[in-house]
T-cell receptor
Framework: GAVVSQHPSRVICKSGTSVKIECRSL??????MFWYRQFPKQSLMLMAT?????????EQGVEKDKFLINHASLTLSTLTVTSAHPEDSSFYIC??????????FGPGTRLTVT | QQQVKQSPQSLIVQKGGISIINCAYE??????FPWYQQFPGKGPALLIA?????SEKKEGRFTISFNKSAKQFSLHIMDSQPGDSATYFC?????????????FGKGTKLSVIP
């Protein structure tokens, strides 16, 4: 149980284009999902907290107009990187909570902006 | 200010040996302490977690020891195997106000050699 999927697993896009990453909880409903960014050999950096049916809460320093988050249902949250640039290249990971304290992570999405 | 300090940064253990990773936290309001295992190119996987009202929790070869007065907790991997080679992250959660955000340590890269 507690499986979280992400799609796509890898994406390459050109500078200036937008990319959407999906995060799904497959066997549970999640009122709260989180989006993280991870640079090579570093820890996870929380970008935003996504709550179903409401606006996401962004961490300090994260541009909400650049990283659009939509949590339209209890099993799906999306992260759209708008007008992507090479510095946005990173490993993006989502997590979801089935209830209680546990957070379960997706497999991650490797974004490369050329 | 880093709220969860993790050590060592890297660890090499002989197969069959005991791997020990330590974490220290500052915020006494933290009330949930999970450990995650991450393989290269994958999302973190929840390994084991503990609440501060318990001093030790064991699941298979993995044990968390928790010292509330010292504000420290550690992960012990018994009979370490090459398949345990991964990066391990400790984390802490502050459930007050319902945020459940994880504060991560910087990670420990474990290499188990045959």
């Amino acid at each position: 149980g507690a499986v979280v999927s992400q799609h796509p697993s890898r994406v390459i896009c050109k500078s200036g284009t937008s990319v959407k990453i999906e995060c799904r909880s497959l066997d549970f409903q999640a009122t709260t999902m989180f989006w993280y960014r991870q640079f090579p050999k570093q820890s996870l950096m929380l970008m935003a907290t996504s709550n179903e049916g409401s606006k996401a809460t962004y961490e300090q320093g994260v541009e909400k107009d650049k990283f659009l988050i939509n949590h339209a249902s209890l099993t799906l949250s999306t992260l759209t990187v708008t007008s992507a640039h090479p510095e946005d290249s990173s490993f993006y990971i989502c997590s979801a909570m089935p209830g209680g304290y546990e957070q379960y992570f997706g497999p991650g999405t490797r974004l490369t902006v050329t | 200010q880093q709220q969860v300090k993790q050590s060592p940064q890297s660890l090499i253990v002989q197969k069959g040996g005991i791997s020990i990773i330590n974490c220290a936290y500052e915020n006494t309001a933290f009330d949930y302490f999970p450990w995650y295992q991450q393989f290269p190119g994958k999302g973190p996987a929840l390994l084991i977690a503990i609440r501060p009202d318990v001093s030790e929790k064991k699941e298979g070869r993995f044990t968390i020891s928790f010292n509330k007065s010292a504000k420290q907790f550690s992960l012990h991997i018994m009979d370490s195997q090459p398949g345990d080679s991964a990066t391990y992250f400790c984390a802490a959660t502050l459930s007050g106000a319902g945020s459940y955000q994880l504060t991560f340590g910087k990670g420990t890269k474990l290499s188990v050699i045959p």
